[in-house]
């Protein structure tokens, strides 16, 4: 459907951290090595990152292919930074919103990507925009699924909610009410990395020094790559990184095994 990539660590260039490896990012939009939906990455691109000083990141989007941009080997070359999130789209379904609807969305302090597909969507979000302000719907930057689940997990950090427990119960709640949903989330505020692994690849690659790179998939064949094993919470900072369990809704609708038979 996607990848994406988030990196934390000295400041560095945009292009070192996603296009100069030899599977990069970049890379990826024609050639994923790991992607389990989908084959071209070709529906739009996003780079997001934080300047010094400034706790409010930029971005750079386009709605066509990656490859094709003619400005970005220039960005990338001089823009430099310490805290980067970046994705390459696969459309789940053709959308007039372009632009728009390519990753990473953002809000205050945070660079928000979905990589995965909202199972039923539209009709199976009509509940949880139930929970939403009417001028949060109203407000969407794109009418697509990944949108409405980044203004689900928006209002929660909004509210002061912590951001591994916002990611988490988002997940959570967009799980159950469309199971099978596709649900790898990965946020950034500059200082940490949340991401989740919900139906498609997670890994993650920490130092040399105070560095840390959370992706879809590896960019490169470096064996310090550790793969996020599926329903699982990733937290990191540029020297730590947490893994935690998610449960799965559907775990509580199995039907419970039948009682053994006694004499």
Not at 45 to 70: C, K, L, V
Not at 184 to 190: E, P
Request: negative net charge; contains cysteine; glycine residues 8%.
């Amino acid at each position: 459907m996607c990848r994406h990539l988030a990196y934390l660590g000295p400041e560095e260039t945009l292009g070192r951290a996603l296009l100069e490896p030899p599977h990069s990012l970049y890379r990826q939009a024609w050639e994923p090595r790991r992607q389990q939906h989908g084959r071209v990455n070709a529906d739009g691109f996003g780079i997001g990152w934080y300047a010094a000083g400034d706790p409010a990141p930029a971005r750079y989007r386009r709605a066509g292919p990656i490859w094709a941009d003619a400005s970005l080997a220039d960005l990338a070359r001089v823009v430099r930074s310490g805290a980067v999130l970046a994705a390459v789209r696969d459309a789940t379904r053709s959308d007039p919103d372009l632009e728009a609807a390519a990753a990473p969305y953002t809000g205050g302090r945070w660079l928000f990507s979905h990589n995965g597909a909202v199972g039923g969507w539209p009709d199976s979000m009509a509940r949880l925009a139930g929970s939403l302000p009417p001028v949060e719907l109203l407000s969407l930057e794109a009418r697509c699924d990944s949108a409405f689940v980044w203004a689900l997990l928006l209002n929660r950090l909004r509210a002061g909610i912590e951001d591994g427990k916002a990611v988490a119960d988002t997940v959570l709640a967009v799980a159950s009410a469309a199971p099978g949903s596709r649900l790898n989330l990965l946020i950034t505020d500059g200082e940490t990395i949340t991401a989740t692994a919900w139906g498609d690849t997670l890994w993650y690659l920490t130092g040399p020094g105070d560095r840390v790179v959370v992706a879809s998939e590896p960019y490169d064949d470096d064996p310090r790559w550790r793969e996020v094993p599926d329903r699982t919470l990733l937290s990191a900072t540029r020297t730590d990184v947490l893994l935690i369990p998610l449960k799965d809704p559907r775990d509580d609708m199995a039907p419970a095994p039948p009682e053994e038979s006694r004499p």
